[in-house]
């Protein structure tokens, strides 16, 4: 079945550094989304991108697609204590019913 | 957040007993999901709905079972809980199947002695 791998699992920055985690799936993707789950939270819905090679800004977060519609990545400039938590990855497949998360990468800030 | 209740919230069982988790929406959307959560696994379907009475398996099925006789509930069963089904079980909710973003209940955190 279809895998969505993320890395790293984890990442301590100082506040002020950027940030970036990387998604990749086994197959070609319909689409992919991003949630963040703060700790002792539950995941909340960031972004999705479908096209191949897209690009999307939210203020200090970009996030790309890549152009195999295979992997992303979602980058953050200048971290703050509030990006703290846990930043998933998820993969809809090519039927469009079902999402495959990624393990997560687990952001870290120290102030 | 969106209208979503989880029941209960925290559970401590037994192996071999039976375990029912509800989720309830108050936002009509005609999707809903349930995921476990694990360190290091992120989250995985279990089952999903696509409409009163209508559902399907995700890729952890075995040892679930789920019914929705209205579309505000969605109910997870555990037959027999084992061990291996500790875990922190979140609901979730969706307008469209896949596209478009799904809202997450509160989640239930499960733990079976």
């Known amino acids: 079945g279809q895998q969505v791998m993320q890395i790293p699992q984890y990442q301590h920055v100082q506040e002020g550094e950027d940030f970036t985690t990387y998604c990749n799936s086994s197959?070609?993707?319909?689409?992919i989304q991003w949630y963040k789950q703060r700790p002792g939270g539950h995941p909340v819905f960031l972004i999705q991108?479908?096209?191949?090679?897209e690009v999307k800004k939210q203020k200090r977060l970009t996030f790309q697609f890549g152009e195999a519609k295979k992997n992303s990545s979602l980058h953050i400039t200048a971290t703050q204590t509030t990006d703290v938590g846990t930043y998933f990855c998820?993969?809809?497949?090519?039927?469009?019913?079902?999402?495959?998360f990624g393990g997560g990468t687990r952001l870290m800030v120290k102030p | 957040d969106a209208g979503i209740t989880q029941s209960p919230r925290h559970k401590v069982t037994e192996t071999g007993t039976p375990v029912t988790l509800r989720c309830h929406q108050t936002?009509?959307?005609?999707?809903m999901y349930w995921y476990r959560q694990d360190p290091g696994h992120g989250l995985r379907l279990i089952h999903y709905?696509?409409?009163?009475?209508?559902?399907d398996k995700g890729e952890v099925s075995d040892g679930y079972s789920v019914s929705r006789s209205k579309t505000e509930d969605f109910l997870l069963t555990l037959e027999s809980a084992t061990s291996s089904q500790t875990s922190v079980y979140f609901c979730?909710?969706?307008?469209?199947?896949?596209?478009?973003?799904?809202?997450f209940g509160p989640g239930t955190r499960l733990t079976v002695l």
């Open positions: 979730a909710i969706s307008q469209l199947t896949g596209e478009g973003e799904q809202f």
């Open positions: 197959t070609t993707l319909s689409n």
């Open positions: 991108l479908v096209k191949s090679g």
């Open positions: 998820a993969g809809l497949n090519n039927a469009g019913n079902m999402l495959t």
């Open positions: 936002e009509n959307h005609r999707y």
């Open positions: 709905s696509y409409g009163v009475k209508d559902t």
